[in-house]
């Protein structure tokens, strides 16, 4: 593929808005909760966790001003997959940290989340793992999902 291929491929992905995001966080929620009836429990995990990754991202979409030039330090820690570097470019730590203070639950559930990791794609995982995790994100009381569309 020459390079001017490449790009008109690849620029799409890096043309996301804050919409986009929210809607591919649904969408791979979606497709994680129906992985594991279907007996793929290692793609469920990974798209559970992708679908808070892409949730987190909108919350620094959000704050993206129109017209703003963005700092790059905060631009280039935007393009990670690390949730914990997440909330923190999100600038939701304090947030966050009241959260799990006022909720033992979320606290635990944001434990699991938080480990989850791109490298997971890699890793074999059981159904209940899968399931725990997605009831972590998912929970319609306590879960990290619920938490993270307050901001994004």
């Not at 793609?43 to 959000?62: D, F, M, P, T, W």
């Not at 790059?72 to 820690?77: F, G």
């Not at 203070?101 to 159904?127: C, G, M, T």
Request: charged share 30%; with cysteine.
């Amino acid at each position: 593929m020459g390079i001017l291929a490449w790009v008109r491929y690849w620029l799409p992905c890096f043309q996301m808005d804050r919409k986009d995001l929210r809607s591919l966080s649904r969408v791979r929620f979606s497709e994680a909760r129906a992985l594991p009836k279907a007996g793929l429990p290692d793609g469920a995990y990974y798209l559970a966790g992708y679908a808070v990754e892409c949730a987190l991202k909108a919350c620094i979409a959000r704050e993206t001003q129109r017209y703003e030039f963005p700092e790059k330090k905060r631009v280039d820690a935007s393009y990670t997959h690390n949730l914990k570097e997440l909330v923190r470019v999100a600038e939701l730590r304090d947030e966050l940290q009241a959260a799990a203070n006022a909720d033992p639950l979320f606290r635990q559930y944001w434990i699991d989340v938080q480990s989850w990791s791109e490298q997971s794609r890699y890793a074999k995982h059981s159904r209940e793992s899968a399931q725990e995790l997605i009831e972590a994100i998912g929970d319609r009381n306590h879960g990290v999902m619920k938490w993270v569309k307050h901001y994004w």
